[in-house]
């Protein structure tokens, strides 16, 4: 599949979810406390303008999509979504699924570029807290100040 195949396979409802996923995932990794911060918002904004640069080249297509509305989008998920942190998961991971069907359509090779790609979001909103100078002060790991 090239970069820009992804789309034949898809109805506009589902390539309009499937757009949603880095939102949802970032979301997703934000839900720790229930609530998306603002530190969190700046992590999910910086990381998808980076992968629309440098993302996988069969994913070009998708965070060129992707970051014309990720803010808003992301607001949009979050203000549409249940307050409370379980209610939250339960209507996060419900989307997912349904994404998750989106992307058998997709074939295997998206799919596992796909997952990579949301994973490193995860990881990246999931760490928006995370303060570079404990790793700079203690560069060995101590239990309860660095993990």
Avoid: W
Avoid at 15 to 32: E, G, M, T, V
Avoid at 46 to 63: G, P, Q
Avoid at 79 to 103: H, Q
């Amino acid at each position: 599949m090239n970069t820009t195949d992804y789309r034949k396979e898809l109805s506009n409802q589902d390539h309009d979810l499937l757009l949603k996923f880095p939102a949802y995932i970032s979301l997703l990794a934000a839900n720790a406390d229930g609530t998306l911060d603002k530190d969190e918002l700046f992590a999910a904004n910086e990381l998808a303008r980076i992968k629309n640069f440098s993302c996988h080249l069969i994913l070009e297509d998708f965070y060129k999509e992707v970051t014309l509305n990720f803010e808003s989008t992301l607001l949009n998920l979050d203000k549409s979504l249940p307050i409370g942190k379980d209610g939250r998961f339960v209507a996060i991971k419900t989307e997912l699924v349904n994404i998750e069907k989106i992307m058998l359509k997709l074939g295997d090779e998206y799919t596992s570029i796909m997952h990579k790609s949301m994973r490193a979001f995860k990881d990246h909103v999931s760490n928006a807290h995370h303060n570079v100078l404990v790793d700079f002060i203690f560069p060995i790991p101590i239990k309860g100040l660095s993990y």
